[in-house]
């Protein structure tokens, strides 16, 4: 088949690249000159892990391409994907302006028949109104038919996920479209589920919902657990093994981020409210989410007298491992305050410091190891969940002033602190003080 994908952000450069593995032949279309420019050359502008590789070798074998120009991409296309962003509204609503250009240009281009499938992420509705918006727009005499195929893959995992994900959801009004779709999809072998485009689009959103309930809920059962002197990685182990259940996605911690969790749940609370429907359950989980980030500055300022002038280490900035994004990460909340408080901070990611200078206030000093980052610190926090982070060598804690450590994801085994010359505050777990630490604290 002859796809175009259109925006090539995290979904569509793993769309196109996984599409182009699997035998297809691809352009990607973005509209950003110099994203393309190295995307041409074989660079991929996101960190992903597995990613340049299969980039690398589509473009040797001729069937991965890339252009700026929507005509070049569209022409003989079976098949075109939209993927760009739709972004959070002021009211929190999701920002269609994206969406609807490429419509216009699909349009306005194409010059055969043509699938139009929306992979980006939208609002109960959109695919319907996309297919008539074009339909209402074309300008040659060619049919259009709108399929609804939601991504969930996941940053940092997306390229297993598109190969070993649980399923792939396509919704469709014709029947033919929605074959043609798995048709193209096959060779990934995994189970597919066709259905309405409403239902279709519904799904994306209550997945990511659920998601952030379970976390949300995890998240408020450790509090708790901090409260009644419980472990709340003990009860995510015993409560997960009821299949009903299930243990993934109860890790308790300074709450989600990521392009995807705060803005889709804060768009479904939109797509209900225009139904005069109050999602009571998701405002709760968007309310204990905000709080979460807020967890361990509250842990330091009920330790600490004042912050101001203290040096304090962080580690890891991006939303999660395995990633540079730090899009609606804790770790902007967290060190603005950190600042405004008056302390110092200095942070160290593995991959994601790039983007912070970008996106962290400036006054942050940045670290080249987790070394230097905690030399002479007063305290650290620890946000992100890197393996060069849980699997650290504690000795390194000798090198901080006072080794008070805050960790916002539960990184190190309770058992494993025995011995440990620090003073340790997590999420729903009880603080571990040995007596060498207090010495240190209290002298
Ligand atoms: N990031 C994820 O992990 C993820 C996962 C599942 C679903 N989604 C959804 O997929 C969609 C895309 O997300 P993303 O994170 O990949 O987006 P992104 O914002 O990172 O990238 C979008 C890209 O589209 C390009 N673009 C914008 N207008 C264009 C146009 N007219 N023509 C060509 N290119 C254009 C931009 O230049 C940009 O490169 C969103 O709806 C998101 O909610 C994202
Ligand atoms: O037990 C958990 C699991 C995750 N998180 C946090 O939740 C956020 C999101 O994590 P994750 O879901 O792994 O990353 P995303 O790449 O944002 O993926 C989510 O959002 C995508 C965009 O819609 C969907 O496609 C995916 O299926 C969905 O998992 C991160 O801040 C994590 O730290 C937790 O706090 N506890």
């Not at 709108?146 to 940092?156: D, I, W």
């Not at 990521?258 to 939109?270: N, V, Y």
């Not at 011995?419 to 240190?440: C, F, M, Q, W």
Request: glycine share 6%; net charge negative; hydrophobic share 40%.
């Amino acid at each position: 088949m002859n796809i175009a994908v259109v925006g090539t952000g995290y979904v569509g450069l793993v769309t196109g690249v996984t599409l182009s593995e699997i035998g297809h032949q691809v352009t990607c279309i973005d509209i950003d000159e110099d994203k393309i420019e190295k995307m041409k050359r074989g660079q991929s502008p996101i960190y992903e892990p597995g990613l340049s590789e299969l980039m690398l070798k589509n473009i040797a074998e001729n069937r991965l391409h890339f252009t700026t120009h929507h005509e070049e991409g569209f022409y003989k296309a079976d098949v075109i994907y939209i993927a760009v962003g739709t972004p959070e509204n002021e009211d929190g609503s999701a920002n269609l302006t994206y969406v609807e250009e490429v419509a216009i240009k699909i349009a306005e281009l194409i010059e055969q028949d043509t699938i139009v499938v929306i992979k980006s992420t939208v609002p109960v509705g959109t695919n319907d109104r996309i297919q008539q918006f074009i339909h209402h727009h074309l300008i040659r005499n060619v049919k259009v038919e709108v399929v609804s195929n939601p991504e969930f893959l996941k940053e940092g995992t997306a390229i297993y996920d598109s190969f070993h994900g649980d399923r792939i959801v396509i919704g469709a009004n014709s029947l033919q479209a929605a074959n043609i779709i798995e048709q193209i999809n096959k060779p990934f072998g995994i189970p597919v589920f066709i259905t309405d485009i409403r239902s279709a689009e519904m799904i994306k959103y209550a997945a990511n919902a659920f998601l952030a309930t379970k976390i949300s809920f995890i998240n408020e059962i450790a509090n708790i657990c901090e409260r009644v002197n419980a472990d709340v990685e003990q009860v995510a182990k015993g409560i997960g093994m009821d299949q009903r259940i299930g243990n993934k996605f109860l890790n308790a911690g300074i709450g989600y981020g990521g392009s995807c969790f705060p803005k889709d749940t804060k768009a479904l609370l939109k797509i209900a409210g225009h139904v005069d429907y109050e999602f009571e359950l998701l405002k709760g989980v968007v309310n204990v989410n905000k709080q979460q980030q807020y967890l361990l500055l509250k842990k330091l300022n009920n330790r600490f007298e004042t912050l101001n002038g203290m040096r304090i280490a962080v580690l890891g900035l991006a939303f999660k491992p395995n990633t540079d994004d730090l899009r609606e990460a804790a770790s902007i909340v967290i060190t603005e305050e950190l600042i405004n408080q008056g302390a110092q901070v200095i942070a160290f990611d593995p991959i994601a410091m790039e983007n912070a200078k970008k996106t962290l206030v400036t006054s942050i000093i940045y670290a080249d190891s987790i070394e230097e980052a905690l030399r002479d610190a007063d305290a650290a926090l620890i946000l992100t969940e890197w393996d060069d982070i849980k699997y650290m060598d504690h000795a390194i804690f000798k090198t901080m002033r006072t080794p008070i450590i805050f960790d916002g994801r539960n990184c190190f085994e309770l058992s494993s602190l025995k011995d440990s010359i620090i003073e340790y505050h997590s999420i729903g777990r009880p603080v571990v003080k040995p007596e060498i630490t207090n010495a240190l604290i209290y002298d």
